[in-house]
């Protein structure tokens, strides 16, 4: 299996910038579907980013569409969430997630592995 530690969370304001970073262990040789799932208070897990085993093809949701970006260094094991134009209802808790069954992962059910989340809190 493969270890997943987010980091980069933080408060920020309306309008600023943050980027997530998320850096794999153990089984890193294997190719993963890796992806971004996040979970406001209250509210259910719901899909935010997605990058494909090359690295080449990615997904958004649309509430982030234009403003996110997903990225990954397969030489560094880690990928990353670049988000900006921040909005309160960015506000959630971020999860690195990983899937070795699919090529790309839109649906949180279909990633195996996560991580332990770091908070993104965003005050208007």
């Known amino acids: 299996q493969v270890q997943l530690v987010e980091s980069g969370g933080g408060l920020v304001q309306v309008g600023d910038s943050l980027r997530l970073s998320c850096t794999a262990s153990g089984r890193t040789s294997r190719s993963y579907a890796m992806g971004w799932v996040r979970q406001a208070p209250g509210k259910e897990r719901e899909f935010v980013a997605a990058?494909?085993?090359?690295?080449?093809?990615?997904n958004y949701a649309d509430s982030v569409k234009g403003r996110f970006t997903i990225s990954r260094d397969k030489a560094k094991n880690t990928v990353y969430l670049q988000m900006n134009s921040l909005k309160p209802e960015d506000t959630a808790v971020y999860y690195c997630a990983a899937d070795p069954d699919h090529f790309i992962a839109t649906m949180t059910n279909q990633y195996d592995y996560w991580g332990q989340g770091t908070q993104v809190t965003v005050s208007s």
């Open positions: 990058i494909s085993w090359s690295g080449v093809n990615t």
